[in-house]
């Protein structure tokens, strides 16, 4: 069993940075990929980020691309998602994940539950 728990998020404006972060207990983090997906009001979970065990392998959605990295720190359990330049549009919930396999959507093992992220114009 992981454990994990996101926090982070805020009220921001448009244009600005944020980074969320991932903390995980309970088994090896080094044995699982981890990913950041958001959720949207009255949307499905969309995949934004992926990162492999030893943090080489990467995959980001269309929505991240250019804007966001995700990264960890496998000595203190902590995977991050760094946002740049937010747009309204990237207003969600957003939650990580952890699984044996990355992989470039929801096929996951775990998740936490998840940090609001909200962007004014």
């Known amino acids: 069993q992981v454990r994990l728990v996101e926090s982070g998020g805020g009220l921001v404006q448009s244009g600005d940075s944020l980074r969320l972060s991932c903390v995980a207990s309970g088994r090896k983090f080094v044995d699982y990929a981890v990913a950041w997906v958001r959720q949207a009001p009255g949307k499905e979970r969309r995949f934004i980020a992926g990162l492999g065990r030893d943090g080489t392998a990467t995959f980001y959605g269309r929505p991240a691309e250019g804007r966001f990295t995700i990264s960890r720190d496998n000595v203190k359990n902590t995977a991050y998602l760094q946002m740049t330049d937010l747009k309204p549009d990237d207003t969600a919930t957003y939650f990580c994940?952890?699984?044996?396999?990355?992989?470039?959507?929801?096929?996951?093992?775990?998740w936490g539950q998840g940090t609001q992220v909200t962007v004014s114009s």
């Open positions: 994940g952890a699984g044996p396999n990355l992989n470039f959507g929801l096929a996951y093992d775990y």
